[in-house]
């Protein structure tokens, strides 16, 4: 499974932007914010902004396409 990259953060205030490849990904706010500011000295940044914003990969897509009832019998 690939590792997340291109994500950055900044904090602008009380909240906290990140963004993915140049673009705004979402803003956190509150205690979101502070728990983010906490848990990023611990973790892989790349990681944890993408879990955040929902943009990453499970690695279970390639099976999931290749179920039999994704295969598209009866579809098209």
């Known amino acids: 499974m690939n590792r997340p990259s291109d994500f ?3 904090v602008v205030g009380d909240d906290v932007v990140i963004s993915h490849h140049g673009r705004r990904a979402t803003t956190l706010r509150g205690p979101a914010a502070v728990r983010f500011i906490a848990d990023v ?3 892989d940044p790349q990681e944890l902004m993408a879990r955040l914003t929902e943009n990453y990969k499970h690695g279970n897509e390639r099976t999931a396409r290749n179920h039999p009832r994704n295969r598209g019998a009866g579809r098209g």
Do not use: K, P, V
Request: proline residues 0%.
């Open 8 to 10: 950055e953060y900044r």
């Open 41 to 43: 000295e611990d973790d």
